[in-house]
T-cell receptor
Framework: DAGITQSPRHKVTETGTPVTLRCHQT?????MYWYRQDPGHGLRLIHY???????DKGEVSDGYSVSRSKTEDFLLTLESATSSQTSVYFC????????????????FGPGTRLTVL | AQSVTQLDSQVPVFEEAPVELRCNYS??????LFWYVQYPNQGLQLLLK??????LVKGINGFEAEFNKSQTSFHLRKPSVHISDTAEYFC???????????FGTGTRLTIIP
């Protein structure tokens, strides 16, 4: 299994509070991604990173920010959490987007269940 | 923009019967196609993928899928399902050279004993 951990695994917070989720990898992969999973929507990309300090927006980036100060860590921050951000958040990693080998795959972490009251 | 359609949100199947989970995609360029499985309370695990070459792709746990470019489909099949196949299955597409993976809404497969 790819070495991906997410912390915390579960969090309950109140509307208006800041929240930071952490994704940590031991694979030294270049690309890292944050998704949210909601019933009826599948997984939707929030933000992704293609290198240290290189990030870009995904499909549902409003209300979220990210940072990547080193290869192994990708942080997702909710500056002021809202109830609509209650979801399960998954981090993923991949090594390449250009080859047709195994390094093209995205490997997923175990997820963080966030509840905003 | 690419998109993925999984028309069946839930599929109940009797144990040892065959199953097909449907996936259609739209994209204007060459694509990579994936099927992921999510067991209850777990993360996503890759079942199989189509990157290039043979259009019939075999994956783990006896699953296979066929890439049909003319019909823009990538249906997942298994000839005989088991209770352990109970899970949610996601189809996903990525354009060649694009970092972004687009997922379908998922199909929940329930195996009836």
């Amino acid at each position: 299994d790819a070495g991906i951990t997410q912390s915390p695994r579960h969090k309950v917070t109140e509307t208006g509070t800041p929240v930071t989720l952490r994704c940590h990898q031991t694979e030294n992969h270049r690309y890292m991604y944050w998704y949210r999973q909601d019933p009826g929507h599948g997984l939707r990309l929030i933000h992704y990173s293609y290198g240290v300090k290189d990030t870009d927006k995904g499909e549902v980036s409003d209300g979220y920010s990210v940072s990547r100060s080193k290869t192994e860590d990708f942080l997702l921050t909710l500056e002021s959490a809202t109830s609509s951000q209650t979801s399960v958040y998954f981090c993923a990693i991949s090594e390449s987007i250009w080859t047709s080998g195994r390094d093209n795959e995205q490997f997923f972490g175990p997820g963080t269940r966030l509840t905003v009251l | 923009a690419q998109s993925v359609t999984q028309l069946d949100s839930q599929v109940p199947v009797f144990e040892e019967a065959p199953v097909e989970l449907r996936c259609n995609y739209s994209s204007s360029v060459s694509v990579y196609l994936f099927w992921y499985v999510q067991y209850p309370n777990q993360g996503l695990q890759l079942l199989l993928k189509y990157l290039s070459g043979s259009t019939l792709v075999k994956g783990i746990n006896g699953f296979e899928a066929e890439f049909n470019k003319s019909q823009t489909s990538f249906h997942l099949r298994k000839p005989s399902v088991h209770i352990s196949d109970t899970a949610e299955y996601f189809c996903a597409v990525r354009d060649f050279g694009n970092e972004k993976l687009t997922f379908g809404t998922g199909t929940r497969l329930t195996i009836i004993p």
